[in-house]
């Protein structure tokens, strides 16, 4: 639904430049993170939408902070 998916991490928020802070600003958007790898320059989180279900990679610039890409995989 739109309202569960607005309050999801998008594309532009700083969610931090470290995996404690990634997974707790996720976590408070209602994204479970499950995993944390470094990925071509980039933070890569995976994380559960506790809405849905469904399993997203966040792609994190770890010099910003800010998310720079997001895939569903559901």
């Known amino acids: 639904s739109l309202m569960a998916s607005s ?9 931090g430049t470290n995996p404690t802070d990634a997974t707790a ?3 408070k958007s209602g994204c ?3 995993a944390f790898e470094a990925e071509g ?3 890569e989180a995976k994380c559960t939408e506790t809405a849905s279900s469904k399993t997203w990679e966040v ?3 770890p010099k910003t ?3 720079v890409d ?3 995989y559901d």
């Not at 309050?7 to 969610?15: E, P, Q």
């Open 7 to 15: 309050k999801l991490a998008s594309f532009g928020d700083v969610v």
């Open 25 to 27: 600003a996720l976590e």
């Open 32 to 34: 479970k993170v499950t």
């Open 41 to 43: 320059g980039k933070i």
């Open 59 to 61: 792609y994190i610039d």
């Open 65 to 67: 902070g800010a998310v």
């Open 70 to 72: 997001m895939k569903n």
